[in-house]
């Protein structure tokens, strides 16, 4: 599945899961933990190995990475196991398969379609189909909750925000992983890659400027105590 799917399947479970547990979410951190299992793409693409859909795919390694998220926030480390884990077991499993969910336990590959099922490629229809009703979803729930102000305030924990516009939103709209853009090739998935990808870089880049003043007023304050003194 693209980053678009990963993102909207990861918000919306979020919703569910923290109205549920009677929890906040933080919503950056929850789309980013959504595709960082395909931090192997990078990883593949940098030292030329073959893992993806390996080990960062892997649930046990996801729980055990959570292990100590869950002894900090306990129940409050639900929604965001859970976005993590969907990136393969509700996205990539339909989506293509072939999957190490259980390394290191076990090496073997799992998936719908290796379980018998019908094979859906990533750019097969079905799966353009599925990813845009998810992107829909997402925004009208993010519209109707008032969750989009998120992205346009200063917060610190925005600038994960920074990950999938690096690693995912940019280059797949551009091209990589796949050797022509998702512009040309699928306008209107991209379209739904541009949205998260100005959503995103507003966030950002609010946070950055909010960052860049307080420091720069800080500086200019201090600078004023000691002309103050220099007076005295
Ligand atoms: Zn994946």
Same mark, same amino acid.
Not at 148 to 156: E, L, Q
């Given at each position: ?36 299992? +395909?931090? +192997?793409?990078?990883? +593949? ?46 996205? +990539? ?140």
């Amino acid at each position: 599945m693209f980053a678009v799917g990963h993102m909207s399947i990861a918000y919306l479970l979020g919703k569910v899961s923290s109205k549920a547990l009677h929890t906040k979410i933080n919503i950056p951190v929850l789309l980013v933990l959504s595709i960082l299992p +395909d931090i +192997d793409i990078l990883f +593949d693409l940098v030292a030329g190995t073959s893992i993806h859909r390996g080990p960062t795919h892997s649930i046990i390694v996801a729980f055990l990475v959570f292990i100590p998220v869950f002894i900090y926030l306990g129940k409050r480390a639900i929604p965001y196991f859970l976005a993590l884990i969907s990136h393969s077991l509700l996205a +990539d499993f339909f989506i293509g398969g072939d999957l190490q969910l259980l390394w290191p336990l076990s090496g073997n590959v799992f998936g719908f379609h290796e379980l018998g099922g019908y094979y859906v490629s990533i750019l097969s229809s079905i799966n353009m189909v599925t990813e845009m009703l998810l992107f829909v979803a997402a925004i009208m729930v993010l519209y109707k909750s008032g969750d989009w102000k998120v992205f346009f305030k200063a917060d610190k924990t925005s600038l994960v925000l920074i990950i999938p516009i690096v690693t995912v939103l940019l280059p797949s709209t551009i091209g990589y992983p796949f050797s022509e853009s998702l512009l040309l090739r699928e306008p209107t998935l991209a379209i739904a890659h541009l949205v998260y990808l100005a959503l995103f870089t507003v966030a950002t880049l609010k946070t950055l400027y909010w960052i860049y003043t307080q420091r720069f007023s800080s500086a200019a304050t201090q600078q004023r105590s000691v002309q103050r003194q220099n007076y005295k």
